[in-house]
């Protein structure tokens, strides 16, 4: 079956510019998370959805970052304003929801701020 | 707050066992360990999990101490393929937070 995609692979934006950066999880997964992984570094848990509601945002570094699954299934993950410090690749993961299972990840966005 | 530790890098002869260790020592009592692998340039790939008792499935076996301080990933027969880099993780207690850390470089030799 289809895994975890991410759209789009590579995004380069200007100094200031809004990205959004769109996720599809694994169909039926309720689970969806979102990291955040710098070059050499391991991903660091930005927000965590159950369905739509966002239930844990407290790894988003600022109020630049927004994060939204309106029907539950496909998310988005906004940052305005964006800094060259936003520089990254933008993971997103989906699993089932209880305790101790396995999450599956998409390959990513990476993020070049110039 | 949760933590991992784990040797930056570390090599392992093809064929032979790879043994990676990660110390975990803040871990609460009902919190999982989870192990994964990240290959260059994709997302990360979950290896196995657990709580107290040793586990094994067909990729790996996890070896966690007695106290739950810290555990050890066990590579069998590790090939070329298995080069990549290996995170330990742990969630944040009453949070969905889950911690990576740096990982492990593990680079098999031929």
């Known amino acids: 079956g289809a895994g975890v995609s991410q759209s789009p692979r590579y995004k380069v934006a200007k100094r200031g510019q809004d990205v959004a950066l769109r996720c599809d999880p694994i169909s039926g997964h309720v689970s969806l998370f979102w990291y955040q992984q710098a070059l050499g570094q391991g991903p660091e848990f930005l927000t965590y959805f159950q369905n739509e509601a966002q239930l844990d945002k407290s790894g988003l570094p600022s109020d630049r970052f927004f994060a939204e699954r309106p029907e539950g299934s496909v998310s988005t993950l906004k940052i305005q304003r964006t800094q060259q410090e936003d520089s990254a690749v933008y993971l997103c993961?989906?699993?089932?929801?209880?305790?101790?299972?396995?999450?599956?990840f998409g390959p990513g966005t990476r993020l070049t701020v110039t | 707050d949760a933590k991992t530790t784990q040797p930056p890098s570390m090599d392992c002869a093809e064929g032979r066992a790879a043994n990676l260790p990660c110390n975990h020592s803040?871990?609460?009592?009902?919190?999982?360990v989870y192990w994964y692998r990240q290959i260059h340039s994709q997302g990360p790939q979950y290896i196995i999990h657990?709580?107290?008792n040793n586990e094994t499935n067909e990729m790996a076996s996890l070896i966690i101490t007695e106290d739950r301080k810290s555990s050890t990933l066990i590579l069998p027969h590790a090939t070329l393929r298995d080069t990549a880099v290996y995170y330990c993780?742990?969630?944040?207690?009453?949070?969905?937070?889950?911690?990576f850390g740096t990982g492990t470089r593990l680079k098999v030799l031929a």
């Open positions: 803040t871990i609460s009592g009902n919190e999982y």
């Open positions: 993780i742990v969630r944040v207690v009453g949070t969905y937070k889950y911690i």
């Open positions: 993961a989906s699993s089932r929801p209880q305790t101790g299972q396995e999450q599956y």
């Open positions: 657990g709580l107290k």
